[in-house]
């Protein structure tokens, strides 16, 4: 017998486990890793996972984007807070993954994602990936180091954008895998990528390519905004409004209240506010303006006397979308507001040149859309989309031909689905062109726009009111919930996966998920918002259709 016996050992197959409801990508991806020399385990859902994964400890975890009652990048958040499954490697496996889509997994704790359905070798790729976590051990790391090796694995090149197209932009360029640039704010190199990636909930675009197309100012045209200046200093807020008499109609407020009560009751482009206000501080009226259905789309500019990359990135979180220090000075002022009231300044310049015009809610809102096209007197069809749903509304000369909002299976028209395309952040477009009849009995467009607006704020307000005192009456929209999860950000995650085990009111669920009570009911606010979270049981009854007070699942 040879005194080293380990030279005769054979080697352990890697072990992995596939979660695939799809049978036939689980047959067929399942077999190819087996002929490939790993031991595979494949799971239709993740109802024994926990068992699985405590019992035969993987070597890796591939995990389909859609799974039933819940979602792979979900069921990745829920597995990593456990802790002992932390550093298990996990695979996201998606239809088109995009790299905004990669950051949401990366941030979940994913190491890589997979492109369902392509003509990859899966066995080859597994085993590279497993040579370079053993290596490396980057899925044990941070979202920022698992950026950097997906960039590098994927060989990318190009810029991500993070909060594109506002002052708090940051910009992590990429060339052939490598990071070569990273800003954000006055943070630059490794702080600022780390920073970038730490915001889960910031909007992100990917630039292929060499450049990013540099912006452009914008000189004044036809559309004339207003604007609504919130500082309690008198001389101040005087100073500023003379300052910013050539922007638009002005108004001003002494107070964070006084502020509150004109940003609702009219509609402004921007808001500007001081931090320090009376009353109602500038946090205050962030909070309270995020949760209105129209005064949310105003883009608002904050001004502090602290110059700190912490409270600018609260601001950010908080919903500003530009974060100033005060110096007396005019022209950083002036060149904030220029940038933020662009794409709106873009958009309305072409709609009144009667082209087809790109339309992006996030930056300009869906009830501002609504009204251009009303007040610039247009024919023809707003087209939106996102992922939770497409969005369809003619019009004619100011009148409402048809509105139609598919959700999901969910089809609604007229206005209620204007109550939903309120709701969106989507991209799309508005194309000139006949339309077909007009009905006689056709209502104004931006009137029929405006009540549908106030009616759903009333409803949010009660259904608001409902979430906080009676949590045992929530329920979640067992398809909605599913779409919501796949786009949400990690504290979205977080309370959709708490209500799934259990209805709470806010303040459990803060105290449960270690979240502030003002974020928890932020998502809360959005969840009823979007319609998945529902205050009254779906009209079925079924089981499946009441997801709050579903039997919880092992993860």
Known sequence: MPSDTAEMLEPVAARIVLVDDDASTRVELGNRLVEAGFEVRSLPDVATLTRTLTDWRPNLLILDERLPQT??????????????????????????????????????GAVDLWTRGTDFDPGERTQALLDELIQ????????????????????????????????????????????????????????ALEQLMAIDDAPTRWVPGDEVTGRHRVPGGSYRPRVLVVEDDDALRGLLLKQLAHFGDLDGAADGIEGLLKATSANFDVVVADLNLPGLDGWGLLRQLRQHITAREAAILVLSAHDELRET?????????????????????????????????????????????????????????LRAIAELDLVGTLTVSEPLGRFEVKASHGQLVSATAQTGSLRIEGVMALESFLSS????????????????????LFETAEGAGKALESWLSARMRDAVSQPTRLFLHPEL?????????????????????????????????????????????????????????????????SGVHDAPSET
Not at 349 to 363: G, Q
Not at 503 to 531: N, T
């Open 71 to 108: 979602t792979g990048r979900e069921t990745a958040l829920k597995l990593r807070a456990q802790g002992a499954f932390f550093d298990i490697p996990i695979v996201g496996l998606m239809t088109e993954p995009s790299v905004p889509q990669a950051l949401h997994w990366l941030r979940s």
């Open 136 to 191: 490396s051990r980057v899925h044990a790391a941070s979202a920022k180091a698992r950026l950097t090796a997906y960039a590098r694995r994927r060989n990318l090149s190009g810029t991500v954008l993070f909060y594109p197209d506002t002052p708090f932009e940051g910009r992590a360029r990429f060339e052939h895998g490598e990071l070569t640039q990273v800003r954000f704010g006055s943070e630059v190199g490794d702080g």
């Open 313 to 369: 990135l609260k601001a950010a979180r908080a919903g500003a979308r530009a974060y100033l220090k005060k110096t007396g000075r005019a022209k950083p002022v002036l060149d904030t507001l220029e940038l933020l009231l662009q794409p709106r300044k873009d958009t309305w310049d072409s709609l009144a040149r009667k082209e087809k015009t790109a339309v992006d809610l996030r930056l300009v809102g869906p009830m501002w859309t």
């Open 425 to 444: 952040t989507g991209e799309g477009a508005f194309t000139p062109g006949d339309v077909g009849v007009v009905p006689r009995s056709a209502p104004w």
């Open 481 to 545: 919930s599913l779409l919501f999860s796949r786009v949400a950000n990690e504290k979205e995650l977080k309370v959709l996966a708490a209500l799934r085990q259990q209805p709470r009111g806010v303040a459990a669920l803060s105290e449960d998920l270690e979240l502030p009570y003002e974020d928890v009911e932020q998502v809360l606010g959005e969840l009823l918002r979007r319609g998945v979270l529902l205050t009254e049981a779906p009209q079925d009854n079924s089981a499946a259709a």
